[in-house]
């Protein structure tokens, strides 16, 4: 099992950027493809992004493209969450999770795919 920490969340104005950090221990961080998944409240949690093993591939929400990029260090054990023109709807819980999935391109991720969370780090986009 590994275990996940995020850290970087907190407030901004509308167009402003921000950048996520999970920090994995336990497990090494390459066993797993990982992912960022959102809850605002009252809302289902949903996929902001994907990335594979390797971090070779990348997938992103539709709405998300162009402005959220996923990347990860597997040497460092850190995965990230680059946001860039922050919106009042992208206030919510940042979730990293990570999936023993094999990453396939094309796949739609889901909250399903992910067996392992950290704890959240809230992003609140003031307008």
């Known amino acids: 099992q590994v275990q996940l920490v995020e850290s970087g969340g907190g407030l901004v104005q509308a167009g402003g950027s921000l950048k996520l950090s999970c920090a994995a221990s336990g497990r090494t961080l390459s066993a797993y493809a990982m992912g960022w998944l959102r809850q605002g409240t009252g809302k289902e949690r949903e996929f902001v992004g994907a990335i594979s093993r390797s971090g070779m591939r990348t997938s992103h929400a539709d709405s998300l493209k162009g402005r959220f990029t996923i990347s990860r260090d597997n040497a460092k054990n850190m995965v990230y969450l680059q946001m860039n023109s922050l919106k009042p709807e992208d206030t919510a819980v940042y979730y990293c999770?990570?999936?023993?999935?094999?990453?396939?391109?094309?796949?739609?991720?889901?909250?399903?795919?992910?067996?392992?969370w950290g704890q959240g780090t809230q992003v609140t986009v003031s307008s």
């Open positions: 999770a990570a999936s023993p999935r094999p990453y396939l391109s094309d796949y739609v991720w889901g909250a399903r795919d992910f067996a392992s």
